[in-house]
């Protein structure tokens, strides 16, 4: 038997896939974390979402806390929960958003490892005997030298290069656009991959193919890059995100330029970079201090 409280959700990720148009990993978890919040209204026997009241809903994140949910997962879900009655607002079936307000937990936040500059040259000193080597090997070189996303990555086309000038063309989160430049041995490393790509008859404009000349894939990418540090000998498991995070502090250590390493990040808000460079808000505020003129406090 089909919720009373389905049809709505169901409105709502109509709304995020078309009007939105909101990436399927993001529907997906809108998707699981609205489905679950449903199961858990019935089981409180919640009817109509127009009569639910911020005492519920913190019944119902009582009851997600109880089921093991860990702050983070229960902080998306609040989320999600808070997106939707806010449409239900804007729609005109609710009033007020009822999640308006309801404390989020706090998630402890860990600090991303990175690997030091001996290890991403351990690394990349790849044994190039096949093609898919030096797929990998460009690969590897344009996330260190460029610190993308793995989404970034995966999803670049060939059209979005700008090999003369040493560029690339991406677009981050949120879909906002940015160019980034790659670097020289990224650049080097590409251009050696473009020669061989014609192999594999590519089946689109990807510039990173599987062996079946489709885009690779984000599973496929994680694979390779692990086996690479197993068989390279680095001592710390090597996924995407470490060579992001890898880049971001090098960067960061060589310029001391958090703003541009910001930037090149695509990071909307400076704490997240503060974060990934492990950079705590005490130096910023001394930084602050010392160099604004609002800040500056005059001589007694």
């Not at 498991?237 to 890898?246: C, T, Y």
């Amino acid at each position: 038997m089909i919720s009373p409280l389905q049809p709505a959700v169901d409105a709502f990720l109509r709304y995020l896939k078309v009007e939105r148009q909101l990436s399927p990993l993001t529907l997906k978890s809108y998707t699981h974390q609205l489905s679950a919040l449903i199961v858990l209204a019935d089981e409180m026997q919640i009817r109509d979402w127009a009569t639910l009241e911020p005492a519920q809903v913190r019944s119902l994140a009582a009851r997600s806390r109880r089921a093991d949910l860990q702050p983070a997962s229960l902080a998306l879900r609040l989320s999600a929960l808070r997106s939707f009655l806010d449409w239900q607002v804007s729609q005109g079936a609710l009033k007020a958003n009822p999640a308006k307000g309801i404390a989020t937990p706090r998630a402890p936040r860990h600090l991303p490892k990175n690997i030091d500059v001996d290890e991403v040259n351990q690394l990349l000193d790849i044994d190039l005997n096949d093609p898919l080597a030096v797929r990998d090997r460009a690969m590897l070189e344009v996330m260190y030298g460029a610190g993308l996303r793995l989404s970034e990555l995966v999803n670049m086309d060939c059209r979005h290069l700008d090999l003369t000038t040493g560029e690339v063309w991406v677009v981050g989160k949120g879909s906002k656009e940015r160019r980034l430049p790659i670097g020289r041995m990224a650049v080097q490393w590409i251009e050696h991959w473009l020669v061989l790509r014609d192999v594999f008859a590519p089946q689109d404009d990807a510039v990173f193919l599987s062996s079946q000349g489709k885009r690779i894939s984000v599973r496929n990418v994680q694979k390779r890059f692990a086996e690479w540090g197993v068989k390279q000998g680095v001592t710390s498991h090597i996924h995407p995100h470490k060579l992001r995070h890898s880049f971001a502090t090098h960067m960061l250590e060589s310029s001391g330029d958090l703003r541009a390493v910001q930037e090149l990040l695509g990071h909307a808000n400076l704490s997240t970079t503060q974060i990934y460079t492990h950079l705590d808000f005490q130096h910023l505020a001394s930084v602050y201090d010392a160099a604004h003129p609002r800040a500056k406090r005059g001589k007694s």
